[in-house]
């Protein structure tokens, strides 16, 4: 057969397939008519169009697509009560920053929202006004101190601030409940009359997200590192107002320019300065010198 006809033969098959699978794609998406919720059906038909494109793009082998399969499989598998490795995956591919961007306050003056992180599994315990949240006393001593306020400046009186973090060698108390005790480095707050908050911690440290797993392997195959900066997690409410989903980032930390999970906002970094301020530290009941960061969460109105 010359390489003229093998050519022809070629290009008609390919336009046969084309017709086949667009007609397939079209099949899919008419079998959702009935869907009775418009959000629904809006997300299916478009979630079917881009991955039946996906695969007429990178025509991936029947093995290929198997490992696929077993690597969803997998994460599935690793996840738990205290771990979401769906989630992980999520913040790895950049799609849980790209959601919260989307959905992210449209006041200029809010606080930015980041990601939730694998970890927030757990109820966080009520604490007290001014209560360490470390419980080991293994890390350099920080105090945390600011408002939560309405985007018109206004004091919210009760916000409620909900706080985690990992310990400095980078773990949270659900991946090591043999070290560390059930509650460690986090704490339920409610802000005071005057929307004032305060807590005692340990200096926060860059860390690798959990790299015992199907992300873990995701990472590795592409040679991307696992480190994220060091940072709190907040979750502040208000009545009247819409939550925010946050971090605070340790100005200065390692990683800041290429966190993992591609979370970093810069109005988000703030300095955790060290303090040698003997009042302050009668004041927060802890020992010269410490680390000391003040900033405030501005909630817009819902």
């Not at 008519?33 to 038909?45: C, F, G, I, N, V």
């Not at 409410?237 to 990683?255: D, E, M, Q």
Request: overall charge negative.
């Amino acid at each position: 057969m010359s390489t003229e006809r093998t050519t022809d033969r070629t290009a008609r098959l390919s336009g046969e397939v084309t017709d086949r699978t667009a007609h397939l794609t079209g099949e899919v998406v008419d079998s959702f008519q009935r869907t009775a919720d418009p959000r629904l059906h809006e997300l299916l038909t478009a979630l079917t169009r881009h991955l039946h494109d996906f695969v007429r793009e990178t025509e991936p082998t029947m093995q290929e697509w198997e490992r696929a399969i077993g690597f969803l499989t997998a994460t599935g598998q690793m996840s738990s009560d205290t771990r979401q490795e769906f989630i992980l995956l999520s913040d790895v591919l950049g799609i849980s920053m790209l959601v919260e961007t989307i959905n992210g306050h449209r006041d200029p003056g809010a606080t930015e929202s980041t990601v939730l992180g694998p970890f927030h599994m757990t109820q966080s315990p009520v604490r007290e006004l001014g209560a360490n949240i470390d419980l080991v006393g293994s890390g350099e001593p920080c105090v945390v101190r600011g408002r939560v306020l309405s985007a018109d400046g206004t004091p919210l009186p009760g916000a409620v601030l909900d706080v985690w973090q990992a310990d400095p060698e980078g773990f949270y108390d659900v991946q090591r409940p043999d070290i560390q005790p059930a509650g460690n480095g986090r704490g339920l707050f409610t802000a005071d009359a005057e929307g004032r908050f305060w807590f005692r911690t340990c200096l926060p440290s860059p860390y690798p997200i959990p790299t015992d797993g199907p992300v873990g392997e995701l990472l590795k195959a592409t040679d991307r590192h696992p480190y994220r900066p060091a940072h709190i997690h907040f979750i502040a409410s208000a009545a009247g107002h819409a939550p925010v989903t946050t971090h605070i980032f340790v100005a200065g930390s390692a990683y800041l320019d290429s966190d993992a999970v591609f979370a970093v906002k810069e109005s988000l970094v703030q300095d955790f300065a060290e303090t040698d301020d003997p009042s302050l530290a009668r004041e927060f009941g802890v020992a010269n010198p410490f680390r000391y960061t003040h900033f405030d969460l501005v909630l817009e109105t819902a």
